[in-house]
């Protein structure tokens, strides 16, 4: 009988679409993951459920998604979702190969993770959700 440790979180389900797993998953192959921490993205993609992008429900966060999340301090942060050659920290736009980015992934409003980090485990929250590419209809972006 395994003994489940009161003290560690349980990660909630995610669901990805097909789309976003093929594309992540040559992401992690190339060139542009070599200096990144991947190993808890590629856990995250191997628990993931994978769905049709046109079954992806409206209230899931996908790659270019538009999400707001509190952070265990208490602040709040909204960021929209991307591949890293289109990140840009000035206008909020996170690398799904960034911590926070990969932590996102998949989660629904509601949903809360703690997630590995540089300087420490982050811990969030999702609040909303202000754009998702699947229920704009967008379902190739």
């Given at each position: 009988m395994n003994a489940e440790r009161l003290d560690e979180p349980i990660a909630p389900a995610i669901l990805v679409s097909r789309?976003?797993?093929?594309?992540?998953?040559?992401?992690?192959e190339s060139p542009a993951a070599e200096h990144h921490d991947t190993?808890?993205?590629r856990a995250e993609l191997e628990r993931a459920d994978i769905v049709?992008?046109?079954?992806m429900p409206s209230d899931v966060i996908?790659?270019?998604?538009?999400?707001?999340f509190a952070l265990n301090d208490g602040s709040?942060?909204?960021?929209?979702?991307?591949?890293?050659?289109?990140?840009?920290?000035?206008?909020?736009?996170?690398?799904?190969?960034?911590?926070?980015?990969?932590?996102l992934l998949g989660l629904?409003?509601?949903?809360?993770?703690?997630?590995?980090?540089?300087?420490?485990?982050?811990?969030?929250?999702?609040?909303?959700i202000r754009y998702q590419p699947e229920a704009a209809g967008d379902l190739h972006r």
């Open positions: 789309l976003d797993c093929e594309r992540i998953e040559a992401l992690l190993a808890a993205l049709a992008p046109a079954n996908t790659m270019n998604s538009t999400a707001r709040e942060r909204e960021i929209t979702l991307v591949y890293p050659r289109d990140a840009d920290a000035g206008t909020g736009k996170v690398s799904v190969l960034a911590p926070v980015g990969s932590a629904r409003v509601g949903d809360s993770i703690r997630w590995p980090a540089p300087g420490g485990d982050i811990d969030l929250r999702v609040l909303s």
